[in-house]
């Protein structure tokens, strides 16, 4: 079992920077590829960056690419979500995931663990 906690959220104006953590827990996490997703209200939650246990590959959503970089350390069980050149579109509770052995990262369905989100307000 994993439990996921992430943090640095908050508010932050357009063209600003912001990075997110996931600290896990569980004798898997190292093992585990991982997953950010993020939900607005009202909409669906939607992917945002994958990234395999080794680090070697690193799927994003196309909304995001170029401007936000996924990145991991197993020593101290922790997946990092670097957010540069935001916009208010990017407004949304973040959450980051574990995903299934021999899952998508592109589908929340395939994901078994997750943690509780942290809030990211982009200001005009």
């Known amino acids: 079992q994993v439990q996921l906690v992430e943090s640095g959220g908050g508010l932050v104006q357009a063209g600003g920077s912001l990075r997110l953590s996931c600290a896990a827990s569980?004798?898997?996490?190292?093992?585990?590829?991982m997953g950010w997703f993020r939900q607005a209200p009202g909409k669906e939650r939607d992917f945002v960056a994958g990234?395999?246990?080794?680090?070697?590959?690193?799927p994003y959503a196309d909304s995001v690419k170029g401007r936000f970089t996924i990145s991991r350390d197993n020593a101290k069980n922790t997946v990092y979500l670097q957010m540069n050149s935001l916009k208010p579109e990017d407004t949304a509770v973040y959450y980051c995931?574990?995903?299934?052995?021999?899952?998508?990262?592109?589908?929340?369905?395939?994901?078994?663990?997750w943690g509780q989100g942290t809030q990211v307000t982009v200001s005009t």
């Open positions: 990234i395999s246990w080794s680090g070697s590959s690193t």
């Open positions: 995931a574990a995903l299934r052995q021999g899952g998508s990262y592109s589908y929340a369905d395939q994901y078994d663990y």
């Open positions: 569980g004798r898997t996490f190292s093992r585990s590829a």
